[in-house]
């Protein structure tokens, strides 16, 4: 009976390991996905004659991308989240059975408390990001000097309103998936045993986001050694 036992929880915990092997794949390919995921707003550019030339009239796209604060609201809110608990553990864990202890479990950084205000601050920080890098009445202002407009939209206010109510949703999309991506790994660590199963997402982010890099890095040097050879 001793050997059944001993097989039935080898086959659980091999059961978890498949799942959590599983559920990291699937974090990496969503990453992926996110990372490269863009929303891209048409501009048409208006026909003007400078002499004997002819320009303008082509058209493009001002692309925005879902996640354009990548990993530092995730970074900040953490701070701010953990530094109640952080500054109340240098000055002395309270003794079991206080009132300070039950305080200090349910803002700890496994408490349910910790893991909302931690997902609220994550959308709060990437709001805050999106509106010092991403200026909508910068960018309206560029396109109407440079003789583009977004069709449907006119010149100045409309257009500064189109681009900020994109902005918004997009930044909501890239909170939303930020938050989920910080907040996994923590429930992950509440369900199961060992707390060193429960790997960060903000890891998996940086990780992933470097590779991608890298290999566009690599892409854009062998596109840059091809034209060169043609030249040549």
């Not at 990437?126 to 069709?151: C, H, R, T």
Request: a positive charge; glycine letters at 10%.
């Amino acid at each position: 009976s001793s050997g059944i036992a001993f097989g039935s929880q080898a086959a659980i915990n091999w059961l978890w390991v498949l799942l959590l092997i599983v559920g990291m794949l699937a974090l990496i390919i969503f990453i992926v996905f996110i990372n490269d995921a863009e929303r891209r707003i048409p501009v048409q550019y208006a026909k003007r004659q400078v002499g004997r030339k002819m320009y303008g009239g082509q058209s493009t796209h001002l692309p925005m991308k879902v996640n354009m604060s990548g990993v530092l609201p995730i970074i900040f809110a953490q701070s701010i989240a953990s530094l109640p608990v952080t500054v109340w553990t240098f000055i002395g864990t309270p003794a079991e059975g206080t009132v300070s202890r039950a305080i200090y479990d349910a803002i700890d950084t496994k408490s349910v408390i910790y893991m909302v205000v931690y997902f609220i601050m994550i959308i709060g920080f990437s709001y805050f990001y999106s509106s010092i890098q991403f200026n909508p009445v910068e960018i309206a202002n560029n396109l109407k000097k440079q003789g583009g407009f977004i069709p449907g939209f006119r010149p100045g206010k409309p257009t500064v309103d189109f681009i900020r109510k994109v902005l918004n949703k997009i930044t909501l999309f890239g909170a939303i998936y930020l938050g989920i991506v910080a907040i996994c790994p923590l429930i992950i660590g509440k369900f199961v045993s060992s707390a060193s199963l429960a790997i960060g997402g903000t890891s998996v982010i940086i990780v992933v986001g470097v590779a991608l890099e890298t290999v566009k890095a690599l892409e854009s040097q062998m596109l840059m050694r091809q034209y060169k050879g043609f030249l040549e």
